[in-house]
């Protein structure tokens, strides 16, 4: 993946499973050029330009959930708990947490809770919000391929535009993933493909 960044320039992106790291370590422009040669058009583009920086990468992105608060402080998005950025959910997730760190400041503020009670009901909110995409996130993350349920609906997706966009929608954060991923629906998905 490519995106823009500051100064008018472009970062590219490539991930690797975990187990990889000690090839691509060895040779990382290597790497990187061959890995580019999957999406052409990016390569193209790519060779036409200049490095500005040097590689930059890690094997070791650990997912983890803290406290979301303390005396005096309260945490959102990626502070509160981090997951690999493979879905680049961070700032959705900051939105959501801070929407929810303000709505428990305003229970206490309002006398409907305790302070104490309502950044733990923050805290719980959060972690039930966040457990699925967290899980769906890791399991992406891994890079590795998808089991056999999701691989079906992978190709039946294929050519369905409107389903395409309704699987994005739990990716970042737009459709509520027990919404789009109940049996129902992955059933009528799956129903409707031609041929199913």
Known sequence: MAFPTNDNLVCNLIEWPKEDFPAVRADIE?????????????AERTRGGQRAG???????LPNFFRKPY??????????????????AQGISDAFRDAEGLANAIDNRFSG?????DALADYERQRNESAMLGFELNFQFATLQ?????????????????????????PL????PIPEFFAPANIQRILTEAPGG
């Open 30 to 42: 290597g790497q990187f050029l061959k890995a580019l040669e999957l999406a052409p058009g990016l």
């Open 54 to 60: 040097r590689f930059v990468g890690t094997a070791e």
């Open 70 to 87: 303390g005396l005096g402080w309260a945490l959102v998005g990626d502070a509160g708990y981090y997951k690999d950025p493979n879905l």
């Open 112 to 116: 409907r809770q305790a302070l104490e």
């Open 145 to 169: 391929p998808p089991p056999p349920e999701m691989q079906a609906l992978f190709g039946t997706l294929r050519g369905n535009q409107t389903e395409i966009n309704r699987f994005v929608g």
């Open 172 to 175: 970042v954060g737009t459709i």
